[in-house]
């Protein structure tokens, strides 16, 4: 990853704040343990590419691809639209990549947070997670579903 300039993370948290997405999945599935597995998400998109090829440059980090519009609920419409791009990063990017973002996010910094916990209380490869941390995990999910949620909700 590319060193950013105060300037560059104010910016890029502002586009992440407006047009981005942070989050925790549930996969759908269950461990072979019989338990949900969670996965955290973070990206931009946009039909600027050009914008996002800069915040690609800047960080060094992943690449910029199309947006799979297909089986999404716009996808009727997308004949009508123009064409969107996306730039994605996994876990471990995550883990690097949002503790820079964060000073400057308002609108998603609490989701932010919670992102960050979840990957700091990730388990080591090969052992497994004990009841308490899969309890912990699956609040933290519940708490950035209720953060993520569409339209108005008095309760937040």
């Not at 990063?89 to 883990?95: A, C, G, T």
């Not at 979840?118 to 004990?130: A, F, P, T």
Request: a positive charge; hydrophobic letters at 35%; proline letters at 3%.
């Amino acid at each position: 990853m590319k060193n950013l300039t105060e300037v560059q993370k104010a910016y890029i948290a502002g586009f992440v704040d407006g047009e981005g997405a942070i989050g925790i999945n549930t996969t759908g599935h269950l461990s072979k343990k019989g338990y949900k597995c969670y996965t955290v998400y973070f990206k931009i998109t946009n039909t600027n590419k050009d914008v996002l090829n800069s915040i690609r440059s800047w960080s060094g980090l992943w690449q910029v691809k199309p947006q799979n519009l297909s089986n999404s609920p716009i996808e009727r419409f997308s004949k009508n639209c123009k064409p969107q791009w996306k730039w994605q990063l996994f876990s471990n990017e995550v883990r690097m990549f949002l503790p820079l973002l964060l000073p400057y996010l308002q609108i998603k910094k609490r989701v932010a947070e919670l992102v960050l916990t979840m990957l700091g209380e990730r388990r080591v490869r090969g052992r497994h997670l004990s009841e308490d941390e899969l309890a912990r995990n699956h609040q933290l999910y519940l708490e950035a579903k209720k953060l993520n949620q569409r339209g108005f909700h008095a309760s937040i």
